[in-house]
């Protein structure tokens, strides 16, 4: 086959939704610097594909961790579309085109669909991942929760030597104010390969001082990181059993909790006032349990056999994951007739899953066939009681069945086109329940509501067609669909009725539109530009009831419209710069109202700039840019209420560098926001919740050295 490069395919251990478990070489690197799974669930050329679509390297991904460890920095640098940063670690409102996208781990699903707490993206530690694809869109490629888009990590791989490995240390500290800040991080990973059998170990360890804003003061403890305590440990075993078959197994533990006596003083972000942490008597401290993951694991077993009929590939993989993230304590969920004067929440989720993939190949007479074709099963168990025993989202209990084929037909070499359907059917069981009463200046009215057994039946399309005739304009369209129930557990806590049937739990399919270009100049010269549109009949917003302090869903067709463009020049033969820019806009159709910032981010550019002066010298300066957006009204007091407050603009930049001092050492630092910009980020700005009005982190140093063996 001309257009499907076997090459790749014979390096395969797995090509389902993880990449294989390929050694560190030199030119298998290269060769997958141009290919993506993420967007078909096999190894394809990144040229082939008709849609926008973001791939960060692992060089990106080591100079970022230079700066930062948290991974919603990193993807707010590289991808456009995606909502700026939150400084915390939490992703709410970090969207990606205005929808929220279903985080993996190797194709492993790491979000929480039924219950979204937007807790997915900080699920595993960079120094573990390899390189990351942003699918960008609904898809139908995979099942519930990804109709915002997919961001899939996928890990490290083994090297071809016997043993191999590196070890870091490094600390970051404030330069505003040094007091209590400094932290300390270890990270290590220890891999290689015996005659069949290959291995690797990733580890990483973090503990955090405070974090400083510009003016030296403590960040705000609400999803916040001061004094928090992050580890990932991370292994993966595999055996080859000849030239096509595999078995490889692999185990990821995450947790991130902060562990701190300080406490807050809360500031109105109305009158421009920041939410700041200081020391206080006991009884005045953060109260509860740790906030953060509190321990997610995940286990998966996965068979390849690249060859099991002609020109077919079969990949099966099992895999089992446990969730429980630990929110902070909030006094809205008070009931001071039952002795509750607040309370806790945690989101427990447990999935098991398996997937068979074929990938057969056919040479026809006029086009080179690539068919993809396959059977996903999941089960999906998710509620969120409160620490203190009270059910708030009862027990969710999701088993899904899946079957979907994907083709991609290259014609004359230069014209690809892809067709492509999922069916999904969907049982969703919840046992009869009571509602939680929560008070403020009033109490909430509690509702026992009948359960019942929910069922989806959707039938979920895509097709793309890409030219590449010449390199210098290669245009694509594309169409996708997907289908979501996500956040089933909001409205189901929120209901007013006796009756599940009656909560307007209905799915929605979401229907993406997108056109766009490359083009490639010369080998220094690259633009991608690509526009879009999201339409939904049934999306999901919040209201907000100042009474009882609930935040309440409303269910209303949205539409959801934008565009990007990036510029990726070679200045030098040291220099390159990649610039991005990204629009979003969003609407309530039915009330012609326009979205609030818990789906809409203001507009957002980058410019990222990598200099190479000598072959032991690199230093990387990164700016983001994040524009205005005022697209509401303020009330008869003058303010604002939900995630409806303007946001102005603001700038920000980080350096990183590294020496290598010798073969196996090299030193680094990192620096972020080098100018100590002062600043309410986007989110900060925009949300009236208490306790989000935090600002951003102030002037952060990093040094640290590593070592390679």
Request: net charge negative.
């Given at each position: ?605 980058t410019l990222s700039l990598n200099w190479r002066p000598t072959d032991a010298l690199s230093v ?90």
């Amino acid at each position: 086959m001309k257009n499907t490069p076997l090459s790749l395919v014979s390096l395969a251990v797995a090509a389902a939704v993880s990449l294989p478990n390929l050694a560190w070489a030199n030119d298998e690197q290269d060769s997958m610097e141009n290919i993506i799974v993420t967007g078909s669930r096999v190894i394809e050329s990144i040229d082939e594909v008709p849609a926008s679509i973001t791939v960060i390297s692992s060089e990106k991904i080591q100079q970022h961790l230079k700066v930062s460890p948290e991974i919603q920095s990193l993807l707010s640098m590289y991808v456009p579309g995606m909502a700026p940063d939150t400084g915390s670690s939490s992703n709410t409102g970090q969207t990606l085109r205005g929808r929220k996208p279903l985080v993996m781990i190797d194709g492993v699903p790491q979000s929480t669909p039924l219950r979204n707490g937007s807790l997915g993206v900080k699920t595993l530690d960079p120094s573990a991942i390899e390189r990351i694809e942003i699918i960008k869109g609904a898809t139908s490629i995979f099942g519930n929760g990804a109709a915002g888009g997919i961001i899939n990590y996928i890990t490290k791989k083994a090297s071809k030597e016997q043993v191999a490995g590196q070890v870091s240390l490094s600390s970051r500290f404030s330069a505003v104010k040094l007091e209590e800040s400094a932290g300390g991080r270890i990270e290590g990973a220890l891999h290689g390969t015996l005659d069949k059998f290959s291995y690797l170990v990733t580890a990483s360890y973090e503990e955090n001082g405070v974090q400083r804003d510009a003016e030296g003061d403590i960040l705000g403890l609400q999803y916040g990181m001061s004094d928090s305590v992050t580890q990932n440990y991370f292994t993966r075993l595999a055996y080859q059993f000849d030239q096509d078959k595999s078995l490889q197994m692999s185990y990821n533990f995450y947790s991130s909790q902060q562990k701190t006596d300080l406490g807050d003083v809360v500031g109105d972000i109305n009158q421009g006032e920041k939410t700041y942490a200081i020391h206080v008597p006991k009884e005045l401290q953060k109260r509860g349990k740790p906030q953060g993951p509190e321990g997610n694991t995940n286990f998966t077993l996965k068979y390849t056999d690249n060859n099991v009929f002609q020109n077919t590939q079969l990949t099966v993989d099992f895999y089992k994951q446990n969730i429980e993230n630990v929110f902070f304590f909030s006094t809205s969920l008070a009931n001071p007739a039952e002795g509750y004067d607040g309370g806790q929440s945690v989101i427990k989720s447990d999935k098991t899953g398996a997937r068979a993939t074929f990938n057969s190949m056919f040479d026809l007479a006029f086009a080179d066939v690539t068919l993809i074709y396959g059977v996903d099963a999941l089960r999906d168990v998710t509620s969120q009681p409160l620490v203190d025993g009270r059910i708030w989202v009862p027990e969710m209990d999701m088993k899904n069945l899946a079957g979907f084929v994907q083709s991609k037909w290259v014609v004359d070499d230069a014209i690809i086109f892809k067709l492509g359907v999922r069916q999904d059917n969907i049982d969703l069981a919840v046992d009869d329940y009571k509602t939680l009463v929560l008070c403020r200046n009033a109490c909430s009215e509690e509702f026992e509501v009948k359960g019942d057994t929910l069922k989806y039946n959707a039938t979920t399309y895509n097709a793309g067609v890409k030219v590449k005739y010449t390199p210098y304009f290669q245009p694509f369209f594309s169409y996708s669909q997907g289908a979501d129930i996500s956040d089933i557990g909001r409205l189901l806590r929120s209901a007013t009725v006796t009756d599940i049937a009656d909560i307007r739990t209905e799915a929605s399919i979401i229907d993406n539109y997108e056109v766009g270009f490359t083009s490639n100049i010369n080998s220094a010269l690259r633009f991608e530009v690509a526009a879009y549109r999201s339409t939904s009949e049934l999306g999901t917003t919040n209201s907000y009831d100042e009474k009882t302090g609930i935040y309440m869903p409303v269910r209303a067709p949205q539409r959801i419209w934008g565009y990007e463009a990036l510029v990726d020049a070679q200045l030098h033969e040291t220099l390159q710069l990649v610039a991005t820019y990204s629009y979003v806009e969003g609407k309530n159709t039915e009330a012609d109202v326009y979205l609030g910032s818990q789906a809409i981010s203001p507009p957002k550019g980058t410019l990222s700039l990598n200099w190479r002066p000598t072959d032991a010298l690199s230093v990387t300066l990164n700016h983001l840019y994040v524009g205005d957006r005022d697209r509401f009204a303020a009330n008869a007091e003058g303010n604002y209420t939900v995630d409806q407050r303007p946001v102005e603009s603001y700038q920000v930049t980080h350096l990183s560098t590294q020496y290598q001092v010798s073969n196996n050492l090299s030193a680094f630092m990192g620096v972020e926001n080098l100018f100590n910009k002062d600043y309410f980020s986007a989110r900060a700005q925009s949300y009236t919740y208490g306790g989000y009005n935090v600002k951003g982190l102030g002037t952060t140093v990093n040094l640290g050295v590593q070592y390679n063996f």
